[in-house]
C-alpha cells in the first residue's frame, strides 16, 4: 500500500477502511452519516485504494482492498481491469 509500512499495519488500515465503508466494525454498527462520509472520502481517493490492491503485501490485505474497491468502486469496467493484472 505504502512504501515502507509494515505488513500487520497495512492488514490493519484495509481491514478497517473496510468496516468503515461497509458500515460495520468489529460487529457493530456504523452510524449511517459516518458510512456515508467514509464512502465519499474513499471515493475521493480511490486510486490509493487501487494503488493498495495492486501492490498489496499478502493475500488478506489484497482482499480487504478489493472488498473495500467492492463497495466504492462506481466504474465496473475499471474494476474489471484493475482485477485482471
Same mark, same amino acid.
Not at 493498495?52 to 501492490?55: E, I, N, Q, S
Not at 473495500?68 to 462506481?74: C, N, S
Not at 474489471?80 to 482485477?83: D, E, F, I, L, V
Given at each position: 500500500m505504502l512504501e515502507?509500512? @509494515? &505488513?500487520?499495519q497495512e492488514k490493519e488500515i484495509l481491514r478497517l477502511l473496510l468496516g468503515f465503508v461497509s458500515g460495520e466494525v468489529d460487529g457493530d454498527s456504523v452510524?449511517?452519516?459516518l458510512q456515508a462520509r467514509? &464512502?465519499?472520502t474513499v471515493r475521493d481517493? !480511490?486510486?490509493l485504494v487501487h494503488r @493498495?490492491? !495492486?501492490?498489496a503485501q499478502t493475500p488478506e490485505a489484497k482482499g480487504y482492498a478489493d472488498d &473495500? !474497491?467492492?463497495?466504492?468502486?462506481?466504474d465496473s469496467a475499471r474494476l474489471?481491469?484493475?482485477?485482471a493484472r
Open positions: 515502507g509500512m @509494515a &505488513v500487520p452510524e449511517d452519516s467514509c &464512502v465519499e481517493g !480511490l486510486w @493498495a490492491f !495492486l501492490g &473495500v !474497491l467492492d463497495i466504492v468502486e462506481w474489471r481491469h484493475y482485477r
